[in-house]
Nanobody, 125 residues
Framework: QVQLVESGGGLVQAGGSLRLSCAAS????????MGWFRQVPGKEREFVAA????????DFADFVKGRFTISRVNAQNTVYLYLNSLRPEDTAVYYC??????????????????WGQGTRVTVSS
């Protein structure tokens, strides 16, 4: 079992930045692909960014390309999502997810086995 805990969310003005962290316990993350998803009330959870177990592959939703980056520090069992140039439409609960390493697409929520409880990001205009 992998337990994931997100942190770093909060209230920020448009144009600002945040760093979200996803800390894992129970297993070392070095064998896991990691993804970030977000959800707003009334909408389905949507893919934001992901990084493969090796860190070689990353993927980003079109709406965050050029603004968000993702990194992992396996020695710390932590994955980071850097949110820059934030917009009010980025307001959501952000979830971290993990799955055993796979060569498949990183963007599908249903392929992830473990999820955190989420951290809320609110961007004011």
């Amino acid at each position: 079992q992998v337990q994931l805990v997100e942190s770093g969310g909060g209230l920020v003005q448009a144009g600002g930045s945040l760093r979200l962290s996803c800390a894992a316990s129970g297993r070392t993350l070095s064998s896991y692909d990691m993804g970030w998803f977000r959800q707003v009330p009334g909408k389905e959870r949507e893919f934001v960014a992901a990084i493969s177990w090796s860190g070689v592959r990353t993927d980003f939703a079109d709406f965050v390309k050029g603004r968000f980056t993702i990194s992992r520090v396996n020695a710390q069992n932590t994955v980071y999502l850097y949110l820059n140039s934030l917009r009010p439409e980025d307001t959501a609960v952000y979830y971290c997810a993990a799955r055993l390493r796979s060569g498949g697409s990183l963007v599908t929520a249903g392929t992830y086995d473990y999820w955190g409880q989420g951290t809320r990001v609110t961007v004011s205009s």
